[in-house]
């Protein structure tokens, strides 16, 4: 059975960090690409940052400079380090191996 399941999420002054976990059963990410999602009210899911199985990244402009993605292949578990929150990153966070599977998703709100 595949599982990911995300944490890490909370409440954050503008300008603090958080960072989120994602713990996969039943898959490895040494095998496909992961990411990291967000969705904010009333607004569609927007790719944040992603990994290939071969360790290649990519951030969304928004959030390039600020977030880092990473992962233990040896935990079988994805990070998103974010650094200099702004209101505007409060949203709930999920993460994604390919497009299949998905969390249950950890919110974040930032505060100004």
Same mark, same amino acid.
């Given at each position: 059975?595949?599982?990911? %399941? !995300?944490?890490?999420?909370?409440?954050?002054?503008?300008?603090?960090?958080?960072?989120?976990?994602?713990?996969?059963?039943?898959?490895?990410?040494?095998?496909?690409?992961?990411?990291?999602?967000?969705?904010?009210?009333?607004?569609?899911? !927007?790719?944040? *940052?992603?990994? $290939?199985?071969? &360790? $290649?990244?990519?951030? *969304?402009?928004?959030?390039?400079?600020?977030? $880092?993605?990473?992962?233990?292949? *040896?935990?079988?578990? %994805?990070?998103?380090?974010?650094?200099?929150?702004?209101? !505007? &990153?409060?949203?709930?966070?999920?993460?994604?191996?390919? %497009?299949?599977?998905?969390?249950?998703? $950890?919110?974040?709100?930032?505060?100004?």
């Amino acid at each position: 059975q595949v599982q990911l %399941v !995300e944490s890490g999420g909370g409440l954050v002054q503008a300008g603090g960090s958080l960072r989120l976990s994602c713990a996969a059963s039943g898959i490895s990410f040494r095998f496909n690409s992961v990411g990291w999602y967000r969705q904010a009210p009333g607004k569609q899911r !927007e790719l944040v *940052a992603s990994m $290939t199985s071969v &360790d $290649t990244t990519n951030y *969304a402009d928004s959030v390039r400079g600020r977030f $880092t993605i990473s992962k233990d292949n *040896a935990k079988n578990t %994805v990070y998103l380090q974010m650094n200099s929150l702004k209101p !505007e &990153d409060t949203a709930v966070y999920y993460c994604a191996y390919g %497009v299949r599977y998905w969390g249950q998703g $950890t919110r974040v709100t930032v505060s100004s």
